[in-house]
Structures are given as C-alpha cells and as structure tokens.
C-alpha cells in the first residue's frame, strides 16, 4: 500500500526566501507525481504533475524534482511572496495491479507554508 | 479548460436528513469521477470511484449505502449522503478525469457539509 509523506508539516518564512518543500512515498512504482495547492476551504489546483520517466518539471518560481528509486520529490519555490501562503499537497498515482497503467492517487498530508511581508 | 464545479459550494442540513451534491466537468468530457473527504487538516480520503453508466466502486471503510454515487452522464456526477450524522460533516471534494488526458486529473472547488 502506497503512503506518502511530507515534511515539514508546516513551514513560515519571510518574504522572498527561497524554500524547499519535501514528500516521500514508499512505492517507488509510480505513474507519475503531483504537486498541488489548496487554498482555505477551497479545492485543489494542480502546480506540477511529473511523469515517472522525467526528472523535473518548472512553472514560473516552482520547481518539483522526482527521484523515483529513492521515492522522494521536492517542490522548491523561489523568492517566496505572502500570495504562496497555502497548503501544498503531494500526491503519487501508482501503476494499476499490473503494473501497465495509473492506478490510484494517494495525497500526502500536506505542507502548511505561511509567507510573512 | 478542465473546469470541475461542485454544487453547493456548502450545505447545512439536520440530522436524519439526506443531501446531494453535484459535480459536473464544465468543459470537458469525464469517463471517471472521484468523491474525496477531507477532515481539517488532513489530507483528501478517496472515497469512491465512479465510471460512466457503471456502479461506483468504494473504498474499503466506506459504507456504499450511506454514500449513494451516481455518474448518469460524461459531465455529471452525484454524491447523496443519505441519513446524515453529525460525523459526516466533512469537506468533501471531486475530481474528474479528462477522457482525452487520462493521466491528470482535475479536481473541484468542494462542498463544506455541516450536519447539526
């Protein structure tokens, strides 16, 4: 059974730091790893999604990297601003029974960033 | 592109009652749907998925009788919860597969659901 795991739980820096954000998974047979943002009572938006076949992937100031064999993946985010304040949520999608196609998504906890002025 | 809307964005009702809420995919067609619940602060529980004109399939723990899915079409999905008890309060959040991107999926904007 797929587990993910983030950390930290949350996170508060100042404006314009530069900050890494980490998740783990204990399968490394993965379809592919997405990163999102959820808002205050809000749904999710989708930042990143990376294949199991690529390395990173880059939107503006986020960066996500995939290390598959280590089952790791960080988010980093560049010169942060008060406007990335959110909860950032990992979630893997693992390979069907057979190992052939998507299977479920399982979401990590979530990391809670606060981006004081 | 790829809009999933719930509706109602919240939802008070009393115990003993049943309440519905919908998802629809705006833009786009959705050969599967997913009903996630979400505690403060925790993290999205898949409850359910749903294929079009097929029943859902549910996930372990979760009591299929109480959560009535139904995915009558390619842009519609239902969630009733039936006999609501004050621990069904919950965020409860859908998601829909694009049947053209297969391996993304986009999720809706959820339904805060309080039952006093």
């Known amino acids: 059974k797929q587990e993910v795991t983030q950390i930290p739980a949350a996170l508060s820096v100042p404006e314009g730091e530069n900050l890494v954000l980490n998740c783990s998974f204990t399968?490394?047979?993965?379809?592919?790893l997405q990163w999102f943002r959820q808002d205050p009572g809000k749904g999710l938006t989708s930042l990143l999604l990376?294949?199991?076949?690529?390395r990173e992937q880059t939107s503006g100031r986020l960066n996500a990297s995939l290390d598959k064999s280590s089952g790791r993946s960080t988010l980093y985010i560049a010169a942060s601003q008060p406007g990335d304040s959110a909860t950032y949520l990992c979630?893997?999608?693992?390979?069907?029974?057979?190992?052939?196609?998507?299977?479920?998504?399982?979401f990590g906890q979530g990391t809670i960033l606060t981006v004081h002025p | 592109g790829a809009v999933v809307s719930q509706h109602p964005s919240w939802v008070i009702c009393k115990s003993g009652t049943s309440v519905k809420i919908e998802c629809r995919s705006l833009?786009?067609?959705?050969?599967?749907m997913f009903w996630y619940r979400q505690f403060p602060k925790q993290s999205l529980m898949l409850m359910a998925t749903?294929?079009?004109?097929?029943?859902?399939?549910?996930e372990q723990g979760v009591e299929k009788d109480k959560f009535l899915i139904n995915h009558a079409s390619l842009t519609l999905s239902t969630l009733t919860v039936t006999s609501a008890h004050p621990e069904d309060s919950s965020f409860y959040i859908c998601?829909?597969?694009?049947?053209?991107?297969?391996?993304?999926?986009?999720f809706g904007p959820g339904t805060r659901l309080t039952v006093t």
């Open positions: 998601s829909a597969r694009d049947y053209g991107r297969v391996y993304e999926q986009y």
């Open positions: 399968d490394s047979a993965i379809y592919n």
């Open positions: 990376i294949q199991s076949s690529q």
């Open positions: 979630a893997v999608r693992s390979l069907n029974a057979g190992g052939t196609s998507y299977g479920k998504l399982t």
């Open positions: 833009d786009f067609q959705a050969t599967t």
């Open positions: 749903s294929n079009e004109g097929s029943k859902a399939t549910y």
